[in-house]
């Protein structure tokens, strides 16, 4: 990052706590999870469709995003967004309040479910627009090391959820709520007043279903709609399921901060994984980007199901984590491909021109893998238990990494 000079510093800056607070929104919902289903009674299920609303309006705001960033500029696209965001913040924590007169749980299931929908519409703003702003404002040397590192704020969001929020959680999951919509306030402020507005018209015609015919940006989906039904599935429902295991509850007995000490560990593993990505791939894995994802995702895979199948404490922290960990440096060689160069120089794994509508198709499969994958386990969940629903994230988990192999050749 020492490359940055003068004004790329402070965009920088924004870009990294605009996405902390994002990555903060995602990790949260997990966290509040246990206290709004304990307070009103929702199923696995009922509360899984509170999620599946989200990533539905992200699909839905997605398929538009990134043509309307590549055509018209990412600054109107992107303050919009984060004005929605904090408004929806806003009226989640609110619902509690105001729908509880409302129908009870009903009404409260009702204000949750609509505010988690504009939340997600909200979200297209971060996920689609950052890239446009990388493009359009870093040199092409330090991109991939500018997204790897703002994609690291997904740890960070986690970690701050974990911690400070939990707290804030405890007491009461609206406060949570109404802090992170003032976060999201000085997200949009920063936005208005330190990222230029900026536009490079397309070389050519780019037209709202360029991208859905283009390859490499298909095959980047699928491997991260694989990718997210592990990942999404573990921030939506790791509190639950670290909370169902019958060592991890008598633990508690003596010891009620375990599952807290235990998120922790989990957010900072994530941190640094995805820190560490870029860094791992520069130093031994350039070019074989490839070898490097399959073989963090056969490892993971086993680790993940070796860490349901355990009976012992340590064990199944020490596989969370290592299973996590190679999770995460999957994830970020994912959404750093885009950038990277081909290997007969002829340009890159997608083309500059379209590079806000090639993020919007792999985010729409990343979308529909986290909708997957949320209901896939609550299902299981429901039926038998959260540690079947995570062993078979396995299979997942390692179709991310071979998917690909049917990439060209990077330099």
């Not at 490499?216 to 039904?229: E, I």
């Not at 060592?247 to 957010?267: H, S």
């Not at 062993?391 to 049917?406: E, K, N, Y």
Request: charge should be positive; aromatic fraction near 12%; charged fraction near 10%.
């Amino acid at each position: 990052m020492g490359k940055l000079k003068g004004k790329e510093v402070a965009i920088f800056l924004t870009l990294f706590f605009i996405g902390l607070v994002a990555n903060l929104d995602k990790s949260l919902i997990g966290v509040a999870a246990t206290a709004i289903r304990g307070e009103y009674g929702y199923s696995a299920t009922e509360f899984a469709n509170i999620t599946n609303l989200y990533y539905a309006s992200n699909i839905v705001m997605t398929l538009v995003s990134g043509w309307i960033v590549d055509r018209f500029g990412y600054k109107p696209f992107m303050v919009t967004a984060l004005t929605i965001l904090t408004v929806a913040s806003l009226t989640f924590g609110l619902s509690g309040m105001l729908a509880a007169g409302a129908g009870g749980a009903v009404g409260v299931l009702t204000g949750l479910l609509a505010s988690r929908f504009f939340i997600g519409i909200g979200q297209t703003g971060y996920t689609n627009g950052v890239s446009k702003v990388i493009v359009e404002n870093f040199q092409p040397e330090v991109r991939q090391t500018v997204q790897s590192v703002v994609v690291a704020t997904a740890g960070l969001g986690a970690l701050l959820a974990y911690t400070v929020f939990t707290g804030l959680v405890g007491m009461g999951w609206q406060i949570a709520y109404y802090v992170l919509s003032a976060l999201f306030l000085i997200a949009l402020v920063l936005m208005v007043v330190i990222v230029p507005k900026k536009y490079t018209p397309p070389a050519g015609s780019v037209s709202l279903f360029t991208a859905w015919k283009h390859k490499n940006s298909l095959v980047l989906g699928f491997a991260l709609l694989c990718n997210n039904m592990v990942g999404v599935v573990s921030l939506a429902w790791l509190p639950s399921y670290l909370q169902s295991i019958e060592v991890i509850k008598a633990e508690m007995a003596v010891n009620p901060g375990l599952t807290n000490m235990i998120l922790i560990g989990y957010a900072i593993v994530m941190g640094v994984a995805m820190v560490a990505s870029n860094f791992i791939i520069k130093a031994w894995f350039r070019g074989k980007e490839k070898i490097f994802a399959v073989i963090c995702s056969a490892i993971g895979a086993v680790l993940l199901y070796m860490m349901t199948a355990s009976q012992e404490l340590m064990a199944i922290v020490a596989f969370l984590y290592s299973s996590t960990f190679l999770l995460m440096l999957v994830f970020s060689a994912i959404v750093a491909l885009p950038y990277a160069p081909l290997a007969n120089e002829d340009g890159t794994i997608v083309p500059v021109s379209m590079i806000a509508s090639s993020y919007a198709v792999i985010n729409i499969m990343a979308f529909l893998g986290a909708i997957i994958g949320n209901t896939v386990v609550a299902g299981i969940a429901d039926a038998m238990g959260f540690s079947v629903g995570f062993a078979a994230l396995a299979i997942p988990f390692l179709l991310s990494g071979l998917a690909l192999f049917l990439l060209p050749k990077t330099k």
